[in-house]
Each structure stands twice: as C-alpha cells, then as structure tokens.
C-alpha cells in the first residue's frame, strides 16, 4: 500500500484544515488508518485512527473535540478535518495504515502500523 498525505498548509489559529490520505497499490478496506503528528525533537504523537469498516474511531485527548477522522473506502482515501486548530496543532502529519482481520479494530500504536504516507506541514500561527 502506497499513501499520498495532501492538504497541509497555514492557518491561522482558531482556523481549520482538512488533510488528506489517497491510498494506492492495495485496497484499503481491510485496513485500519491513522494520523500521527511529529515536531522537531520530539517522538511521533497518535492523533487520530479509524476502523476498517469506519463505524470505529478514536481520537486523542489533546485534540479531541477538535479534530475528526473519516474515510471513504469507494475512493480509496481517509481524511483527518481539524478545526479550531492552535499554534500546539503545528507539526508534520502522517497518515498510516495496518492491515487487519476484523472490521471493528483499529490502533493507536504507531509500530503496529505497517504503511506510512511521508507527512504533510501543518503549520498554526498565533
């Protein structure tokens, strides 16, 4: 599986923005997906996952609230929409993808994802 992470920028805080994952190479709908985030110096924080069948989500607490993880299995791709962003949001997303047995699992664990996109800049200015 190959993922294609699109729809960074910046914004202003308070802002919104929705960053996009296109998978190819496979079909997705035996995956569970997921966004993390990474600043410069730190470890890469889970943000955001999905089931396969899309019914289960979870979302961190730092963004919880703000933030929604969606997918559209017809079109091979998962969205994470970010609204009320602040300058805290600003980080490099990544979108990634595991390959699971039921429909119902998802993850939170960044090892136990196997497909990685190569990150998009989100950038919030105060």
């Known amino acids: 599986v190959q993922l294609q992470a699109s729809g960074g920028g910046s914004v202003q805080a308070g802002g919104s923005l929705r960053v996009s994952c296109a998978a190819s190479g496979r079909n997705v709908n035996n995956h569970a997906v997921g966004w993390f985030r990474q600043t410069p110096g730190k470890e890469r924080e889970f943000v955001a996952a999905?089931?396969?069948?899309?019914?289960?989500?979870y979302i961190a607490d730092s963004v919880k609230g703000r933030f929604t993880i969606s997918r559209d299995n017809a079109k091979n791709t998962f969205y994470l929409q970010m609204n009320s962003l602040k300058p805290e949001d600003t980080a490099v997303y990544y979108c990634?993808?595991?390959?699971?047995?039921?429909?119902?699992?998802?993850?939170?664990?960044?090892?136990?994802?196997?497909?990685w996109g190569q990150g998009t800049q989100v950038t919030v200015s105060s």
């Open positions: 990634a993808a595991r390959r699971v047995r039921y429909s119902a699992e998802y993850s939170t664990k960044e090892h136990e994802y196997g497909y």
């Open positions: 999905i089931s396969w069948s899309g019914v289960h989500r």
